[in-house]
């Protein structure tokens, strides 16, 4: 159960270096792990997953993908989160949630695999607020605190909490200090509030109020395009750090300090990480025609018209590197059959030399299932005859004695025990 708002004592205890960071906002559709993996590439510090759902994440199977070196969540063939080693102590995993239990139920089944947890207390897209989660948990700050509390009280991993404005600046500031004091290891503000859209434009000059009410690291986010913007905010506020989305939608190589990347190299890349990582064809379209939403032209249409991986590499003039991924991949597969063959093989003649594939039998007993098993073989030679209902008869008792000698073993165990 949720225990009630934390009296500070946890504080800082695990955090991640909030200090002049640049970090990849949480975006649904987008933050998969072709975007996280190029934010870190070309500079970021941190990258946020897209929002997931707490009963997703808490319904999901965690499997070590060998075949291709990730760790996935997955619900049937859904991913709900594939991440690797490149982003390990770098990728925070932002949670949708409205309940506490529900949400470090989520967070602890994936506390192993990520740098820290964030709560979505913002984003006012409809998939969020419908289920009480986002920007709607805004109306109720107790469900806030009491979901905060609960996860920094128990996970290994610092956490976060993303926030857009209130009405007034002074309930924002309220809200962010019952905030601080559930020991979270920083906050982000979105410097919009609820009902304001993407082209109003962000209101800069809280992050200053915020920044002095609180001690904890406070993350800029809202109308940040470029390294300029963080100057002028840093200047105004003394924010700790910073956060893009729509910039980096737009072209992932923003974090590079030298300049951006022309955009046919960054879907280029991009389309070449689909191909390795074998991501959905769907989201990947739509990422990628965020970045190349400007250009009408041959590679836009082809892009659109792409029914797989393979179409989207074919746009790009990637055709080549998707083939030779899938070999790779398919001769790794064929690496792995084999090794799982040699493992059980092994296994199955240090335990069970006599009957192939049936459940295991001590050493100790083995002789004497040997014994069984050679009397059963006798009694279908018996059987073996030319009438046909006897032959229906002898399939019949074959399929039972092979049952029984594989499936019994209890009987049997009985049976030779007292021989050995
Ligand atoms: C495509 C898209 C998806 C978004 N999804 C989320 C989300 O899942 N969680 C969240 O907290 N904010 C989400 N946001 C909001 C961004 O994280 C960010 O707060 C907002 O876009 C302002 O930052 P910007 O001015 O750098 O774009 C999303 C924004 C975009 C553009």
């Known amino acids: 159960m949720a225990s009630n708002e934390n009296n500070g004592d946890n504080r800082i205890k695990k955090t991640l270096d909030f200090e ?7 975006m649904v559709r987008i933050g998969s792990f072709p975007m996280r993996y190029m934010s870190l590439k070309y500079g970021a510090d941190y990258v946020c997953t897209s929002e997931i759902v707490d009963k997703r ?22 991913i709900e989160f594939r991440t690797t080693d490149y982003e390990k102590g770098r990728v925070i995993l932002q949670l949708g949630t409205c309940d506490p239990d529900l949400a470090l139920k989520a967070a602890k089944h994936v506390e192993q695999d990520v740098a820290a947890i964030d709560v979505n207390c913002g984003c006012p897209k409809r998939f969020s607020v419908i289920g009480g989660m986002g920007a709607a948990l805004l109306a109720h700050p107790d469900k ?17 909490c993303k926030i857009r404005l209130l009405n007034t600046y002074e309930e924002t500031i309220d809200l962010v200090k019952r905030i601080e004091a559930t020991g979270v290891a920083a906050i982000t503000v979105h410097c919009r509030r609820k009902k304001e859209l993407e082209k109003d434009p962000g209101h800069w000059d809280v992050f200053k109020l915020i920044r002095d009410a609180v001690k904890i690291p406070v993350i800029a986010n809202g109308d940040i395009f470029n390294y300029n913007d963080m100057e002028k905010i840093k200047k105004i506020s003394n924010v700790n750090s910073f956060m893009m989305a729509r910039a980096a939608q737009n072209n992932p190589s923003i974090f590079r300090k030298e300049g951006v990347l022309p955009k046919l190299d960054v879907v280029k890349e ?7 990582y074998d991501m959905p064809y769907q989201n990947a379209k739509y990422a990628l025609l965020c970045i190349w939403k400007d250009h009408q032209d041959k590679v836009g249409y082809s892009l659109v018209k792409s029914k797989s991986v393979l179409d989207i590499c074919k746009s790009v003039d990637e055709e080549e590197y998707y083939h030779k991924v899938l070999k790779e991949r398919n001769e790794k597969d064929e690496e792995l059959d084999e090794e799982a063959r040699a493992k059980q093989e092994e296994i199955y003649a240090d335990q069970c030399p006599y009957i192939p594939r049936a459940p295991y039998i001590p050493k100790n007993l083995k002789h004497g299932i040997e014994d069984e098993f050679e009397d059963k073989e006798k009694e279908n030679d018996v059987n073996n005859s030319n009438n046909t ?4 008869n002898s399939i019949i008792n074959n399929n039972q004695t092979t049952s029984s000698s594989t499936m019994n073993t209890e009987d049997n165990k009985n049976k030779k025990i007292k021989l050995v």
Do not use: F, Q
């Open 57 to 78: 994440l808490i319904t999901s199977t965690r499997i070590v993908n060998k075949k291709l070196g990730t760790i996935d969540y997955m619900n049937k063939e859904r």
């Open 144 to 160: 806030i605190i009491a979901i905060l509390t609960n996860l920094v009280n128990n996970l290994s991993v610092p956490v976060t």
């Open 270 to 276: 991009y389309s070449r990480l689909c191909a390795k």
């Open 389 to 392: 209902e006897e032959k229906e």
């Open 20 to 26: 002049n960071k640049i970090i990849l906002a949480p």
